[in-house]
Each structure stands twice: as structure tokens, then as C-alpha cells.
């Protein structure tokens, strides 16, 4: 993660050692300005002054070219980049417009949903922006299934899958928007049965586990009615 609080102080050191440059060639200019015109004006001054006068001129010259150049490059791909070897504006200006997406998106789930990615997701952004996006809207599409439960036993028994590890990996999210699915359909039973079925599952089991095990569920159900 950017430093921004090393990003400021850099940059300040960055604009006084410009003006100590500028003020440098700035007095450099004038003394070259002034020995020439006594060259000029004073003949019998020219072989003290050529001593002094032709290595200040190149000195000027220089430093001149150099610093210019320098500044140039920065106008060109960004001072914070090529000076201090930070993001440049642009890239920050983008991931903040991602991280207000993802907190947009994220103030239409469920609080515990919020607190559990909003952070993570919003951290990812430095690394990933397009990533990060892409799992919010995963995540609120998941959330926005599981939302209508109304036995918090159940939705308690379902967030134990909701995780930024499940979400993240391809195949784990894909079983976990079957898993969200299944849980609804769950949701939809007798009270009573719901929880028959939580009694039976107390042990932590993955996705992939879940989802035959509540076909089987579903399937008991609907045979005994």
C-alpha cells in the first residue's frame, strides 16, 4: 500500500531542491551576465576574465540544458513517478473512483457482508483495481441471494462460507453461488426442519462438501411430503 504521508513529505523535499537549483542558475545567470559586459566594456580586463569566464559559461550552459531536460521529463510522465518512484496522479484519481464504486456497491448489503469485505476489497484496489470490482459485484450478487432468508440460524450457517478466500478464487465462487442458492431454497421449508438440518451439520465442511449434502436434504424433504 502507498505511503501518501511519504508521498507529501517527498514532494516538498522534491520542490525546495528545484528552487535551490533555480535560484543556483539564477545567480550563475547573472554573474556570467555581468562578466561579459565588462569583457565587453573593460578590454583590459578580458585575460582576467577569461579564467572565469568561459568555464561559467559552460557551467551555465550545462546545468541549464540538464535541469530543463529534467523538468521536461516530468511535465511528460508525471514528477511523482519518475522523482520519487510513486503512482502517478492518474493512477490514484482512478483507484479512489473504484474504491467509492466498491463502497457504493457494498451500502446495499447486508451490514455483516459489508464489515466482513468492504476493507479487503477496498485494500485490493492498490493492487488490482478491475479484480477488486469484479468480486464486489460477486459478492453483492451473492448477498442479494442469501438477503431473503429470514432464519438467522440458517444465513449464520451460510456465512461461514461467505468469505473473501471463497469469493476470490474461481471455482469456490461458482460453487458458493450454487451453495447461496440452495440455502434460499432451504429458507423456504418448515421451520422445523431447518432445523433438522442445521442439528446435522455442525461440523465446519467446505462448499464443494455442502452442496450433496443438501441436495440429499432437499430431496428427503420433498419425498416425505
Known sequence: MVD???IGVSTV?????????QLCLSGLLVTVS?????????PASQNILALFLLPAMFLLFTLS???YMFIF??????????????????ESVKREHCQKNIKSLLAEVRSTTRDRFCNALISLCFEDRSKAHKLA??????DDIVSSIKNKDLLD????????TEVSNKKNRSELMNLARAYKMISEEDPDKIQ????????SYSCEIMLPEIDNFLSQVKGSV
Open 157 to 164: 450457517h451460510f456465512d461461514q462460507f461467505f468469505t473473501i
Open 13 to 21: 523535499i522534491d520542490q525546495n531542491y528545484r528552487r535551490k537549483v
Open 4 to 6: 501518501i504521508a511519504s
Open 65 to 67: 540544458m540538464g535541469y
Open 137 to 142: 459485484l460477486y459478492v453483492k450478487e451473492i
Open 73 to 90: 521529463s516530468c511535465e511528460e510522465k508525471s514528477l511523482v513517478k519518475n522523482v520519487l518512484g510513486m503512482v502517478e496522479p492518474a
Open 34 to 42: 555581468i562578466a561579459t559586459f565588462t569583457w565587453f566594456t573593460f
Open 196 to 203: 433438522g438440518f442445521l442439528a446435522t451439520k455442525t461440523k
